[in-house]
């Protein structure tokens, strides 16, 4: 199958034999935006995702894990269930992080959170989802007072680079990496991250 046939359709492609290659495809560009206070940080909408999703996989179906909330932020974990070419039936977990705003409720951040969680499980599937968007290093600005989608991403980078860390030293190289380019928006929420990872390797 040609990439121009994968965007002109909609609905299963139940004739694919190239899906691995299809899924390390970069993602279409017309596609991919760019954050307007996060210079260099691309993303891409959750509904590109979802057309993908549909497109590729048999019978997608989003199910919500758990759902918590403190007085600073929202967690949604989610599970995509599907069937593979084989039949099979499959699934990959992701999950979403929103800082809450001031003065509202938990629950006006918990469809961002549940986006972002759908986002971080497609990404397991390869490129075309947007995978490797974001690789190389952001310059993130400090006069941005209201997170945004995309802003949350950059957290939900964060998280997945911290789930590679194993030891302490890598936290902190780590650490003094995202430096440069953290917004001070974001900072409470990634330190208590790392707070929290720092126990999970201590024990």
């Given at each position: 199958?040609?990439?121009?046939?994968?965007?002109?359709?909609?609905?299963?492609?139940?004739?694919?034999?190239?899906?691995?290659?299809?899924?390390?495809?970069?993602?279409?560009?017309?596609?991919?935006?760019?954050?307007?206070?996060?210079?260099?940080?691309?993303?891409?909408?959750?509904?590109?995702?979802?057309?993908?999703?549909?497109?590729?996989?048999?019978?997608?179906?989003?199910?919500?894990?758990?759902?918590?909330s403190t007085d600073t932020r929202a967690v949604v974990t989610v599970r995509v269930n599907y069937i593979n070419r084989d039949g099979e039936k499959m699934y990959q977990d992701g999950i979403g992080a929103v800082n809450v705003n001031k003065g509202q409720p938990a629950?006006?951040?918990?469809?961002?959170?549940?986006?972002?969680?759908?986002?971080?499980?497609?990404?397991?599937?390869?490129?075309?989802?947007?995978?490797?968007?974001?690789?190389?290093?952001?310059?993130?600005?400090?006069?941005?007072?209201?997170?945004?989608?995309?802003?949350?991403?950059?957290?939900?980078?964060?998280?997945?680079?911290?789930?590679?860390?194993?030891?302490?030293?890598?936290?902190?190289?780590?650490?003094?990496?995202?430096?440069?380019?953290?917004?001070?928006?974001?900072?409470?929420?990634?330190?208590?991250?790392?707070?929290?990872?720092?126990?999970?390797?201590?024990?």
């Amino acid at each position: 199958m040609k990439e121009s046939e994968l965007y002109s359709g909609v609905g299963y492609i139940s004739d694919l034999p190239n899906l691995d290659e299809i899924l390390n495809l970069e993602p279409k560009k017309e596609w991919i935006k760019e954050h307007p206070q996060v210079k260099g940080f691309m993303y891409l909408p959750i509904e590109r995702v979802e057309f993908l999703l549909n497109r590729l996989y048999k019978n997608p179906q989003i199910e919500i894990r758990s759902v918590i909330s403190t007085d600073t932020r929202a967690v949604v974990t989610v599970r995509v269930n599907y069937i593979n070419r084989d039949g099979e039936k499959m699934y990959q977990d992701g999950i979403g992080a929103v800082n809450v705003n001031k003065g509202q409720p938990a629950e006006m951040s918990f469809p961002m959170a549940k986006t972002l969680a759908i986002k971080d499980a497609c990404d397991m599937f390869g490129k075309i989802f947007g995978k490797d968007l974001n690789r190389k290093e952001v310059s993130v600005p400090s006069n941005h007072k209201e997170l945004s989608e995309s802003q949350s991403e950059v957290i939900q980078s964060i998280s997945k680079s911290l789930a590679k860390c194993s030891t302490v030293d890598e936290l902190n190289s780590l650490w003094m990496e995202i430096l440069v380019y953290m917004d001070k928006d974001i900072t409470k929420t990634v330190k208590a991250m790392f707070t929290k990872r720092k126990v999970d390797i201590n024990g």
